[in-house]
């Protein structure tokens, strides 16, 4: 089975720290997403990558980064971290269909 | 553009009631779509899919059918479990690799 791994179940940070969150998967997937999922909204697109190196904005990139230096690490960064971006983020990795996700990690921002 | 309305919930049945939870779309040509399951605490697992007009996607007692004519996905369980408790997402994959989810739907079975 595809194991996608994040690091942190639960974290708690400070407005205007910087914020990686880390997502691993084992199953050599060219494709890997950040989404972040917040109650009535569903889950929303941040960024994804098709290679190593490669990025793509998906629909809200505003106040994010990500880096893939490895196919089977995908980071998302907070760059200077606000109380808006307490949430949940879901990690997800595929080569086709259909996507596999992550536990999630829920992120508050005090 | 491309978009996913699920009903709102949350739905609250007693064990055995049969379950149909609404989702239509909007999308340009022909997506795949799917069911997303979370359970508590949880990331999404697959549920089921159905990649053409016509397809019936099922899994664990769970179906759902591609109308292309009323663009909709219904999920629909005949007799529902306490352990179905959960919250459903609805989605659509149109463009590379990108899917569309719509807001979620919980599920409250109750004993």
């Known amino acids: 089975d595809v194991k996608v791994t994040q690091s942190s179940r639960y974290l708690v940070k400070r407005t205007g720290e910087k914020v990686f969150l880390e997502c691993v998967q084992d199953?050599?997937?060219?494709?890997m997403f950040w989404y972040r999922q917040d109650p009535g909204l569903g889950l929303r697109l941040i960024y994804f990558?098709?290679?190593?190196?490669?990025?793509e904005k998906g629909d809200i990139p505003e106040g994010y980064s990500v880096s893939r230096e490895k196919k089977e690490r995908f980071s998302l960064i907070l760059e200077s971290a606000s109380t808006n971006q307490t949430s949940m983020y879901l990690c997800?990795?595929?080569?086709?269909?259909?996507?596999?996700f992550g536990d999630g990690t829920r992120l508050s921002i005090l | 553009g491309n978009s996913v309305t699920q009903m709102e919930g949350p739905v609250t049945l007693s064990e055995e009631a049969f379950l149909t939870i609404n989702c239509t779309y909007t999308a340009t040509g022909y997506p795949s779509l799917f069911w997303y399951v979370q359970y508590p605490g949880e990331g999404l697992q697959l549920l089921l899919k159905?990649?053409?007009?016509?397809d019936k996607g099922s899994n664990k007692g769970f179906e759902a059918t591609y109308r292309k004519e009323t663009t909709s996905f219904h999920l629909e369980k005949g007799s529902v479990q306490v352990s179905d408790s959960a919250v459903y997402f609805c989605?659509?994959?149109?463009?590379?690799?990108?899917?569309?989810f719509g807001s979620g739907t919980k599920l409250n079975v109750k004993p």
């Open positions: 989605a659509l994959r149109r463009d590379f690799n990108k899917f569309y």
């Open positions: 199953m050599d997937h060219e494709n």
């Open positions: 990558s098709y290679d190593v190196k490669m990025k």
């Open positions: 159905a990649t053409k007009a016509d």
């Open positions: 997800a990795s595929s080569y086709d269909q259909p996507q596999h």
